[in-house]
């Protein structure tokens, strides 16, 4: 006979088959940002996310922590940033995170999106990682399409213009790069290193734990590379922070972006 435990949106169901699923009958109040795992190796996820039907985008290392990035068929669909998502190995916590692509999709969809979206993203990622549970971090979920952090901060559709002109791709160079991935659109987002100055900030405010909001990405389109308007991704990404804080990384967006524009200068 089956058992079922309803844990916040997770309903598992034990079986001889230990089938697990998330489940979307009714939109949350609220959502989380992330969710965090029991800790693996990055070997042992790997090997879990392909049997599961993600694509290895890249593996990147920050100190001691491994970023995985990750796509698959129903998140490159989005032509957008939700065409990938970060999953963080932190050895020090014992713990993984990953974007939770309910909430960015809500976000970068706007009225696109719908709650249950990504229930096939989510249910493999349940099957690679065994348990998946909320993070602290959370917005309401009726201000996510229309998500900024205060009034006169920029929205969604504030995308900064870093550089225009033909073979914008080809002229970067390796170590400004951490992967493109080609979208259905013709679009390509691609993921850059920063600056070790700049990786920095998520310590001078203690989210060294959410480093899954790297590498930073932009979009190569029509010609035209455009980045998300640092203030407002750092915003969303990291909502639990106060204004105080903010200000302790006033100078970051501007350093981010500056990365960036560098990377993009035609040689």
Do not use: C, W
């Not at 990055?42 to 694509?55: A, D, H, P, S, Y």
């Amino acid at each position: 006979m089956k058992r079922i435990f309803t844990i916040g949106s997770i309903i598992l169901l034990h079986s001889t088959n230990a089938y697990a699923e998330f489940n979307f009958s009714q939109p949350p109040t609220q959502l989380s940002t992330y969710y965090s795992a029991p800790f693996q190796t990055v070997q042992k996820v790997k090997k879990r996310l392909i049997e599961n039907g993600f694509t290895i985008v890249a593996i990147n290392k920050i100190n001691e922590d491994e970023i995985v990035t990750i796509s698959n068929s129903e998140l490159k669909a989005t032509n957008s940033y939700l065409a990938t998502l970060h999953l963080l190995i932190n050895h020090k916590r014992q713990e993984i995170r990953i974007q939770n692509p309910s909430y960015f999709g809500a976000a970068y969809l706007e009225e696109q999106y719908h709650y249950g979206q990504f229930k096939e993203t989510l249910n493999a990622l349940l099957l690679v990682l065994g348990t998946m549970s909320e993070t602290e971090e959370r917005v309401e979920f009726k201000k996510l399409a229309s998500y900024k952090f205060m009034f006169g901060m920029p929205k969604l559709k504030d995308t900064i213009s870093i550089a225009q002109g033909e073979k914008l791709l080809e002229n970067l160079g390796d170590k400004h790069i951490a992967y493109s991935l080609k979208l259905p659109n013709g679009s390509t987002l691609v993921g850059h290193h920063l600056s070790s100055e700049n990786i920095s900030f998520l310590s001078k405010i203690n989210q060294r734990q959410n480093r899954q909001i790297l590498p930073y990405e932009a979009i190569i389109k029509n010609r035209e590379v455009t980045i998300l308007n640092p203030k407002y991704y750092l915003a969303l990404s990291l909502p639990l922070l106060s204004m105080q804080e903010f200000m302790k990384i006033a100078t970051t967006p501007e350093h981010i972006e500056r990365n960036i524009r560098e990377a993009y200068k035609i040689k």
